[in-house]
């Protein structure tokens, strides 16, 4: 008896947990969403220097995850610079021939795609928590090839984006099922910068897989 209520009351907990989760990551889609649109003609210099703030703040929110309103509010003021840091990068998209279907296909294949791979998680029990490690290393070696890259062009930016849309669809389902297991002791606020990462990677995959067809057309 006693076991078959803790299960509903497990259930509401990791509802609960889900929902705060989304509700924060959704509020710093929409700070970011908020910076675009106030500056959507960053200059390069300015943009990387937002994503070097932004990067920043990371080990910061990290560091005082203890403080959850504290840690909230620097999410926020992360989500803001890391709109000014793709800002240009999506106005290059709006600028090419169909740049707004573009962004706009783009944003609503993230969308669908995190519903879908949440859904799976949950109707399933699927559970790559295990293999989070794997990840990490590829993700590791996917940005010590994107750096050399830049100087020797030997991986084209289609064939890294499709590597960095696997890669983060990967830490999108371990993402959830931490969050369906009840959070493995990670604060909400951290779970929620997660997942942001992961929407706002594979938002930038999609971009360049999308982009790159119609510059081919």
Known sequence: MAYQMQQPAARAATQSLL????????VGLCVTALS???FPTVPFGIGMFALIGGLVLLFVMSAVQGNPGLALLLFYVFAFLEGVGISPTIEHYLNLAGGHTIVFNAALTTGLGMFALAAIVYATGLDLRRFQGIFMIALMGLV????????????SPTVYSWITLVIFTGFV????????AG????????MAVSI????????LALLQIFGGRRSND
């Open 144 to 155: 010590v090839v994107g750096i050399v890259s830049i100087f020797l062009h030997f991986v």
């Open 36 to 38: 675009v649109v106030l």
């Open 196 to 203: 942001y990462l992961d929407i706002i990677n594979i938002f």
């Open 173 to 180: 389902l371990i993402d959830f099922a931490r969050i369906r």
């Open 19 to 26: 929902a705060q989760v989304l509700g924060i990551t959704a």
């Open 183 to 190: 959070g493995d002791g990670i604060s909400p606020v951290m």
